[in-house]
């Protein structure tokens, strides 16, 4: 009897939507409905310091915005739940003895400067970095003795010595790796919660799951997840390893390259089920090699073993294209209205932006200029008036500075985006009014508009994020970018001012 193909997708809640989780998503639910199957969503939160509430709400309405649905989730519910690792702790933990009583897990109570040592002594003998085993062989006295000296301890996982570890992947046939290239993996933080390798294993198993389809980037972690798998006594899932989304110069997709949040693309102007169809188009193709497809379209003929390994490059311009295509070709112009309707010109939009243009307008008819940028993309630069009186080397490190800064805003509101502009005025010895001409020119391209602080809030941090980019773009192509040496400097100086950067 085969067994109900259930797959997942099983994104973590640490920042804004990302079209890579898309492009998982997309292909594990062509092939769980070319398969009369289920794909759930399953949120993995066990990373308690960088999770956040606000970030899993955004996952789920981006996914819902291109279209993508699922089976059971924590917000649908269905028999395997709670579908929320941080709800499962119990479950996990339960799961963790079991391992120790079986002898495949052990308590580790090494310090992170004894580890931070080991690991530099390591790298200077050019070995992979991994634990030693150095507490591999404490007697359960000894363990009781420093547990209930109050001494903080991991547990991690027992790995073979010797031999090589084999599975199979469904696009790439058989995966060898040697057990000596595997790390300990701690499977339980001092904390208490789990890691993602003991939750995932644990979940995927409990949750029924027969196809585990993800990046290519776990394939290095599948060997702990097969070992896990064994030490419990269950089948492993059939696995599948996609090919990750690349930046045109093949580097993978990151948000210094390209947009990589799904919100851009639809505070762009994008439809979602272009953007789908591009990320469809990236792994898979259509057996009569069509470039316009549906997502039903896609699960009709989907089949997994016609996904290509090549890396895909995500490409703007070739997105652009295909969009353009799509208004044309697959929407009436009454269509078209409804849509431009749905995105930005409604009275939503413009109930925004009426309390900052009120002041500004004497007819009707200066509205459109006086807030196109709110509607834009990003708007034209101009060298003279976007660098004002800064030398423009140094208008290309505030800029800088101010986009590493912009990714620490916890709320995205007027408030905080005033007291990020103070803080960089205060830290960079200048006066407010002398930074703030630059950071119009680079947002709304005009000389006069809206109020910045009030635009930057409607704009929103995709948007804004993507003017920061045009404007460094641009000072790079007149010859005022910031070298790869520069940048390191600019880094350092930023972590001393500023403290360290988020990503
Ligand atoms: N939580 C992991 C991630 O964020 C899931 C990886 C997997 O699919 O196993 O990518």
Not at 46 to 68: F, M, N, P, Y
Not at 93 to 114: D, M, S, V, W
């Amino acid at each position: 009897m085969t067994l109900p193909v259930r797959t997942r997708i099983a994104p973590s809640p640490t920042g804004a939507p990302h079209v890579g989780t898309a492009y998982m998503a997309l292909f594990n639910l062509a092939f769980a409905r070319k398969n009369e199957g289920k794909m759930i969503l399953r949120i993995e939160d066990t990373d308690q310091c960088r999770s956040t509430h606000g970030s899993e709400v955004a996952i789920l309405e981006s996914l819902k915005w291109l279209g993508i649905e699922w089976d059971e989730g924590p917000d649908k519910i269905g028999d395997f739940g709670p579908y929320r690792q941080s709800e499962r702790k119990e479950i996990h933990a339960n799961h963790i003895q079991i391992l120790r009583e079986k002898g495949h897990a052990y308590p580790c109570f090494c310090t992170a400067n004894r580890l931070k040592e080991l690991r530099s002594e390591q790298m200077s003998k050019k070995e992979t970095p991994r634990y030693d085993g150095h507490c591999l062989n404490l007697t359960e006295e000894e363990i009781e003795k420093r547990i209930n000296d109050g001494e903080s301890f991991v547990i991690r996982l027992k790995v073979p010595t010797e031999g090589e570890c084999c599975f199979t992947d469904e696009l790439r046939g058989e995966v060898k790796i040697n057990w000596n290239q595997i790390d300990h993996q701690v499977l339980q933080k001092s904390d208490g919660y789990p890691t993602y390798h003991l939750a995932n294993v644990v979940d995927d198993h409990l949750m029924n799951i027969s196809h585990v389809i993800r990046g290519e980037e776990w394939i290095s972690s599948t060997p702990k997840h097969v070992l896990l798998y064994e030490y419990f006594g269950w089948n492993t899932p059939i696995f599948a390893h996609l090919p990750l989304l690349r930046n045109p110069d093949k580097s993978k997709l990151s948000k210094r390259k390209n947009p990589t949040g799904i919100n851009y693309y639809k505070e762009a102007g994008f439809l979602p089920e272009v953007l789908l169809n591009y990320l469809g188009m990236m792994g898979y193709t259509l057996p009569d090699q069509r470039e316009i497809f549906s997502l039903e379209e896609l699960t009709q003929s989907f089949d997994i073993k016609r996904m290509s390994l090549g890396g895909p490059t995500f490409d703007l311009e070739k997105l652009k294209w295909l969009n353009g295509r799509y208004l044309r070709e697959q929407l009436t112009q009454d269509e078209v209205v409804r849509r431009m309707i749905d995105w930005k010109i409604n009275s939503g939009f413009m109930k925004k932006i009426i309390p900052h243009a009120l002041q500004r307008l004497e007819s009707f008819s200066d509205f459109i200029p006086l807030t196109g940028f709110l509607f834009q993309d990003y708007p034209k630069l101009e060298r003279t008036s976007l660098i004002g009186k800064f030398e423009a080397s140094y208008a290309s490190k505030l800029i800088k500075v101010f986009e590493w800064e912009l990714e620490k805003i916890k709320s995205w509101n007027r408030e905080e985006i005033c007291n990020l502009f103070q803080n960089l005025a205060e830290k960079e010895d200048k006066k407010l009014k002398e930074i703030l001409p630059l950071f119009f020119q680079v947002i709304t391209g005009e000389h006069v508009s809206l109020p910045l602080f009030d635009s930057i809030e409607i704009l929103g941090q995709d948007l804004v994020r993507i003017r920061l980019r045009k404007a460094l773009d641009f000072l790079t192509a007149e010859g005022f970018g910031i070298s790869k040496k520069g940048l390191k400097s600019l880094e350092k100086d930023y972590r001393l001012k500023y403290g360290d950067r988020i990503d």
